[in-house]
């Protein structure tokens, strides 16, 4: 069975300009949760969907937003690019057998994003 | 106080020694623990995960959860060089609005020398 993917692998791009980043979860699974990975912050939760409504919300700006499709493949799209958006940022797609707590997640390779 | 924090790194260890990374949390609401174990470059791996207070066994790997302690530790047993990554601790809570949310805490990098 296929891993999680992620589209691109590598972005560069000038501040202000906005960005649209793509994860197709792994077959059958049907939330997707984005999460961004700096040095200096970590792993932190971005948001998290499941049948196409978003569930959860971490504590990002307004400019952070994404989006999941009927067929689970889910997106998120930065707007205004700061500097500070440059980081690793990474999916991961979860089956939810019973309560979602349980229910491992696994990432994709991630898209690293900078940001000149 | 962070929510999830691990002792501080780095960690080396001889290889065939056992490695211990240990992890503690703040919030008594966490449910569900996710050892992760991330390569240089590369994106978290799971390797563990652990619900009940006790221990939980994987080949080479224990994990251990005492959450009267707040606090869930891995075991790498044999230690081998090709297990020198930084390990991600993950705790999940159990409420309406969790979901699949996970707070990490920062890493500890493990070098195992040859």
């Known amino acids: 069975k296929a891993g999680v993917t992620q589209t691109p692998r590598y972005l560069i791009k000038t501040r202000g300009q906005q960005v649209t980043l793509s994860c197709s979860p792994i077959?059958?699974?049907?939330?997707v949760s984005w999460y961004q990975q700096t040095p200096g912050q970590g792993l932190q939760f971005l948001f998290e969907?499941?049948?196409?409504?978003?569930?959860n919300k971490g504590n990002f700006p307004g400019r952070f937003s994404g989006r999941q499709f009927s067929n689970s493949r889910s997106e998120m799209n930065v707007s205004t690019l700061e500097l500070g958006d440059s980081a690793l940022y990474l999916c991961?797609?979860?089956?939810?057998?019973?309560?979602?707590?349980?229910?491992?997640?696994?990432f994709g390779p991630g898209t690293r994003l900078t940001v000149l | 106080q962070k929510e999830v924090e691990q002792n501080s790194g780095p960690l080396s260890v001889p290889e065939g020694a056992i490695a211990s990374l240990n992890c503690t949390y703040s919030?008594?609401?966490?449910?569900?623990f996710f050892w992760y174990r991330q390569y240089s470059g590369k994106s978290p791996e799971l390797i563990m995960f652990i619900y009940s207070n006790g221990d939980k066994e994987d080949g080479r790997f224990t994990a251990q959860l005492n959450k009267a302690s707040q606090y869930v530790s891995l075991l790498i047993r044999d230690s081998q060089p090709s297990d020198s990554a930084t390990y991600l601790c993950a705790v999940n809570r159990k409420d309406e609005t969790s979901g699949s949310r996970l707070t990490f805490g920062e890493g500890t990098q493990l070098t195992v020398n040859p």
């Open positions: 969907y499941f049948s196409e409504t978003q569930r």
């Open positions: 991961a797609s979860s089956l939810i057998i019973g309560h979602p707590t349980y229910n491992e997640q696994f």
């Open positions: 077959s059958g699974h049907r939330s």
């Open positions: 919030d008594r609401g966490s449910q569900s």
